[in-house]
């Protein structure tokens, strides 16, 4: 879902600890790479 709003263009909130380190995981694998 997170991907998918990313992809949209979409910026959005993430809601709760569980969407929040996925977002900080995300954010660091587009760093890496």
Same mark, same amino acid.
């Given at each position: 879902?997170?991907?998918?709003?990313?992809?949209?263009?979409?910026?959005?909130?993430?809601?709760?600890?569980?969407?929040?380190?996925?977002?900080?995981? @995300?954010?660091?694998? @587009?760093?890496d790479?």
């Amino acid at each position: 879902r997170l991907m998918a709003a990313r992809l949209a263009g979409e910026e959005i909130e993430p809601r709760g600890p569980i969407e929040t380190e996925a977002a900080r995981r @995300l954010a660091d694998d @587009l760093k890496d790479e």
